[in-house]
């Protein structure tokens, strides 16, 4: 096989972006679009009402018992997580979120709108995540942000295993 050289690889590229959508999906509800210089994100394309089921979360199951990679992860029972596919694993977190996170089907996931959604608008939800020592600092830019992608009972968890971190290094 020839190695591909970069404007090969560049045109290539270009024609599988056109023709298979990949971190490019669209339809008329949502669509991924680009947040700054390398962050993604999941936009409305129309207005949705409260209450209104903006995404249907479908994708990878993953047996709980086997599993130990990302934790960027949904959980759909005791014995399964979902991993979702295009477009909602670009969904990012928010402290003031737009939508949450319901148990659609068995094993789908539904985002449904908790305000009033304008067209163009980011569609986020609270992750929730539990305390531990690689979760991120959170940067939803919310004037109610609590500092960290944890559920808001973990908060003070996470500010003790940060302080802890800070001390060993
Ligand atoms: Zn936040």
Same mark, same amino acid.
Request: proline share 4%; charged share 25%.
């Given at each position: 096989?020839?190695?591909?050289?970069?404007?090969?690889?560049?045109? !290539?590229?270009?024609?599988?972006? #056109?023709?298979?959508?990949?971190?490019?999906?669209?339809? &008329?509800?949502?669509?991924? /679009?680009?947040?700054?210089? @390398?962050?993604? /994100?999941?936009? *409305?394309?129309?207005?949705?009402?409260?209450?209104?089921?903006?995404?249907?979360?479908?994708?990878?199951?993953?047996?709980?018992?086997?599993?130990?990679?990302?934790? @960027?992860?949904? $959980?759909?029972? #005791?014995?399964?997580?979902? $991993? +979702?596919?295009? +477009?909602?694993?670009? !969904? &990012?977190?928010?402290?003031?979120? &737009?939508?949450?996170?319901?148990?659609?089907?068995?094993?789908?996931?539904? !985002?449904?709108?908790?305000?009033?959604?304008?067209?163009?608008?980011?569609?986020?939800?609270?992750?929730?995540?539990? *305390?531990?020592? /690689?979760?991120?600092?959170?940067?939803?830019?919310?004037?109610?942000?609590?500092?960290?992608?944890?559920?808001?009972?973990?908060?003070?968890?996470?500010?003790?295993?940060?302080?802890?971190?800070?001390?060993?290094?």
């Amino acid at each position: 096989m020839t190695p591909l050289d970069k404007k090969r690889r560049k045109k !290539l590229q270009a024609i599988l972006d #056109k023709n298979h959508g990949y971190r490019d999906y669209h339809d &008329n509800d949502v669509a991924v /679009g680009k947040i700054g210089k @390398y962050g993604s /994100g999941v936009f *409305a394309q129309r207005q949705f009402l409260p209450g209104e089921l903006v995404i249907e979360v479908h994708g990878q199951l993953l047996s709980q018992k086997n599993y130990d990679g990302s934790s @960027y992860v949904m $959980e759909v029972n #005791k014995d399964w997580f979902l $991993e +979702p596919a295009i +477009p909602a694993a670009f !969904l &990012n977190h928010s402290c003031d979120p &737009n939508c949450e996170l319901v148990h659609l089907t068995k094993w789908t996931m539904g !985002l449904v709108a908790i305000c009033n959604i304008e067209a163009e608008t980011q569609i986020t939800f609270d992750y929730r995540w539990t *305390a531990f020592e /690689g979760v991120p600092k959170c940067q939803c830019g919310s004037p109610v942000c609590r500092g960290w992608v944890v559920a808001a009972e973990d908060v003070k968890k996470m500010e003790r295993i940060a302080k802890r971190k800070k001390k060993k290094s």
